[in-house]
T-cell receptor, first 115, second 113 residues
Framework: KAGVTQTPRYLIKTRGQQVTLSCSPISGHRSVSWYQQTPGQGLQFLFEYFSETQRNKGNFPGRFSGRQFSNSRSEMNVSTLELGDSALYLC??????????????FGPGTRLTVL | GQNIDQPTEMTATEGAIVQINCTYQTSGFNGLFWYQQHAGEAPTFLSYNVLDGLEEKGRFSSFLSRSKGYSYLLLKELQMKDSASYLCAVRDLRGSTLGRLYFGRGTQLTVWP
């Protein structure tokens, strides 16, 4: 079974631009969570989607948004990029999400650099 | 928010045993996970504890004490490839019936020959 895939793997943008990252979960998994990982803050939860609905949201500004499609694939968007948005963005999928004893499986991440 | 504490760095030698501790504070505890993350790679699942006690999986074991808000990951017969960051994560139902994972900042383990 294929793992979680994320595209693109690397991205360089400039301040003020916007970016869209994509995540395809493991086949059969319906929940997708997004995290931001930086050396200073570690893994920070962004949001979780299940059946095309956002179920949980972390403490990030409204510039960070996401969505999930009917095939469970998810995208996250960051508008008006700031230097501090440079990070590794990780997507994790699980069968039904954090309501159960599900295990989250992570994708390889997208390394975003904002210049 | 959550308080999940784990040491920033640890070192050990090949063949040795190392214990990585994690303490947490939560009112809606619903499970604790350990992940391993090699540099530049995604975190990979190691273990899950929701009840008190020890879970053993080959060279790796994880222990949980809910009353003490404490867990540890025990790595035996260390190998060079075990050099990685080890992340402790707690599922918390507080404020939500759904729960979400809160991660510690990770413990960077270096294994020396």
């Amino acid at each position: 079974k294929a793992g979680v895939t994320q595209t693109p793997r690397y991205l360089i943008k400039t301040r003020g631009q916007q970016v869209t990252l994509s995540c395809s979960p493991i086949s059969g998994h319906r929940s997708v969570s997004w995290y931001q990982q930086t050396p200073g803050q570690g893994l920070q939860f962004l949001f979780e989607y299940f059946s095309e609905t956002q179920r949980n949201k972390g403490n990030f500004p409204g510039r960070f948004s996401g969505r999930q499609f009917s095939n469970s694939r998810s995208e996250m968007n960051v508008s008006t990029l700031e230097l501090g948005d440079s990070a590794l963005y990780l997507c994790a999928s699980s069968l039904v999400g954090t309501v159960s004893t599900d295990t989250q499986y992570f994708g390889p991440g997208t390394r975003l650099t904002v210049l | 928010g959550q308080n999940i504490d784990q040491p920033t760095e640890m070192t050990a030698t090949e063949g040795a045993i190392v214990q990585i501790n994690c303490t947490y504070q939560t009112s809606g505890f619903n499970g604790l996970f350990w992940y391993q993350q090699h540099a530049g790679e995604a975190p990979t699942f190691l273990s899950y504890n929701v009840l008190d006690g020890l879970e053993e999986k080959g060279r790796f074991s994880s222990f949980l004490s809910r009353s003490k808000g404490y867990s540890y990951l025990l790595l035996k017969e260390l190998q060079m490839k075990d050099s990685a960051s080890y992340l402790c994560a707690v599922r918390d139902l507080r404020g939500s019936t759904l729960g979400r994972l809160y991660f510690g900042r990770g413990t960077q383990l270096t294994v020396w020959p």
